[in-house]
Structures are given as structure tokens and as C-alpha cells.
């Protein structure tokens, strides 16, 4: 038996065992608790955060990433707009 094949074979035997042990671990209720809990401050911390922030920017009188988001969404309106305009235009000026 070559050696690579020798080394795939443990290799799979390692990584089969490890993998059912690493599945049960991590739907342990011991493990999904307290990582649910971990996530959900995390999202509350993100979350006043970027209010923070948000009034930070606006405290300042620069756009917030709402502001931009908005105003991006006006540009594209307009963006469309104009190439409707464009193309009755040249099909206007078409005989």
C-alpha cells in the first residue's frame, strides 16, 4: 500500500470522527444557548450603533447612509427618466 494511500485513510477516519463529534457539540443546547444569546447582543450593539453613528453625521450636517441610499434612488429615477425622454426623442425625429 502506497503511503498516500496509507495517510487518505486516516485522514478519512480523522475527519469522519471529528465531524460527528463536532455536529453533536454544536447542537448542544450547551453551546446554542449562549451563542443565540452572544448574536443577539451583538445585533443590539450593531443596531445602536449605526443610530449612533447616523446621529453623529447628522449632528454634523453630512448625509447619512440613508440619506445617500434616498438620494441614490432619486438619481437612478431621474437616469431613467431621461433615457425615456431619449429614445421618444429619436423616435420623434424619425420620419
Not at 427618466?81 to 423616435?91: A, N, P, S, W
Request: proline content about 4%; overall charge negative; charged content about 25%.
Amino acid at each position: 500500500m502506497s503511503a498516500w494511500k496509507l495517510w487518505k485513510q486516516m485522514f478519512d477516519a480523522w475527519e469522519s470522527t471529528t465531524a460527528d463529534f463536532m455536529e453533536q457539540v454544536l447542537r448542544s443546547p450547551a453551546v446554542l444557548e449562549p451563542g443565540g444569546a452572544w448574536l443577539t447582543g451583538m445585533m443590539k450593539l450593531k443596531t445602536a450603533s449605526d443610530k449612533m453613528a447616523a446621529g453623529w453625521w447628522g449632528a454634523l450636517g453630512l448625509p447619512t447612509k440613508r440619506d445617500q441610499e434616498r438620494t441614490l434612488h432619486l438619481i437612478n429615477q431621474l437616469h431613467s427618466r431621461i433615457l425615456d425622454l431619449e429614445e421618444r426623442l429619436e423616435g420623434a425625429e424619425r420620419p
